[in-house]
């Protein structure tokens, strides 16, 4: 799944170099582990010239302040996102069995 806040970088030939965008995706994984949102359960990784950042979040607030801070971290880098919000609302009706 392609978010709309995926990021592009200027040209081809302008792309940063593989091993600079991993030490940007390093700091990345560091920073959501440890700022507000301690999210661990999130993955970064590269694909295809591409960051592919995936996992479940609590909430959409949480989703929108992980993509904030991917944004921060990573621009000028093609991001696709794949962040699913995990419903933790009570059932509004009783499960027929």
Known sequence: MTDPV???GAAAGDA?????????VAHL????????LGELGVRT??????????GTVPSARCRETLLRI???ELAG???HSDIVVAETTRPDHAEEL
């Not at 940063?16 to 940007?24: I, L, N």
């Not at 994984?29 to 507000?36: C, K, T, Y």
């Open 45 to 54: 990784e590269m694909r295809a010239g591409a960051v592919v950042v995936s």
């Open 6 to 8: 995926a990021r592009q």
């Open 29 to 36: 994984q560091d920073r959501l582990a440890a700022e507000e």
């Open 77 to 79: 880098i093609t991001v």
């Open 16 to 24: 940063p170099p593989a091993a600079h965008v991993e030490y940007r």
């Open 70 to 72: 991917v944004g921060e």
